[in-house]
């Protein structure tokens, strides 16, 4: 039987994510039931992302957190700029790959599980089978231990069977609440700054006209 390729990208602001799903690969490997081609941030695959496509690899494993607002965790922006532009090219670069998303958070925070939704989400638009249901992790529970081992031994499982043509469910399971992000290549937000920039102005030009409406009240009128 040919072994599976799996790509594992992961995104981590503090690298707990990423000693997850590390710790995670080491176990994959050690079973040998499938083939770790790659573990790698997402930053550093989006400089070859034009590779990740059926011929090099069978399916894509994603551990990531969210930042901020919803964002990306630092070294995981490109990645996700390149899943929007690949979701809206209608070329399904990942066809015959199947992916499962593997979501860190806290649900003391409003967007919790953004950045982790929005790949799933744009991985499924962009042609691979979701293989086995997104599971997001609260930080704030305390039987995390047993549910990130319950998804690693069904991955294996999941991606085990012969991929079939619709996904075992859609990105909105379990939950569906998302915050889109406009983002530049560089993998920043364009819209957070640009409004930023706008405000900026706008105090500027408030605070000049003030300033203007002073001097001539003194000099001119009084």
Request: aromatic share 10%; hydrophobic share 35%; glycine share 10%.
């Amino acid at each position: 039987m040919k072994a599976i390729r799996v790509l594992i990208v992961w995104g981590s602001e503090t690298n707990c994510t990423k000693n997850v799903i590390t710790e995670i690969a080491d176990g994959w490997k050690a079973s040998g039931k499938i083939k770790i081609v790659k573990v790698i941030e997402g930053d550093a695959i989006s400089g070859e992302f034009d590779q990740i496509n059926s011929s090099n690899y069978d399916a894509m494993i994603v551990a990531t957190s969210s930042y901020g607002d919803g964002d990306p965790p630092a070294g995981f922006g490109k990645f996700l700029y390149k899943l929007y532009e690949a979701s809206k090219s209608g070329e399904n670069p990942f066809a015959g790959m199947q992916h499962s998303v593997l979501g860190l958070g806290s649900t003391v925070y409003e967007t919790y599980q953004n950045c982790p939704r929005l790949v799933d989400k744009l991985i499924g638009e962009s042609g691979s089978v979701r293989c086995l249901k997104r599971v997001e992790v609260d930080e704030v529970e305390e039987d995390n231990e047993e549910t990130i081992k319950k998804w690693a031994d069904d991955v294996v499982k999941a991606i085990g069977e012969v991929p079939g043509s619709a996904p075992v469910c859609d990105w909105t399971e379990p939950a569906d609440e998302i915050y889109d992000k406009v983002l530049g290549e560089d993998g920043f937000e364009l819209a957070q700054g640009m409004a930023g920039e706008s405000s900026s102005v706008k105090m500027a030009i408030a605070v000049a006209a003030l300033g203007a409406g002073y001097f001539y009240y003194k000099n001119y009128i009084k």
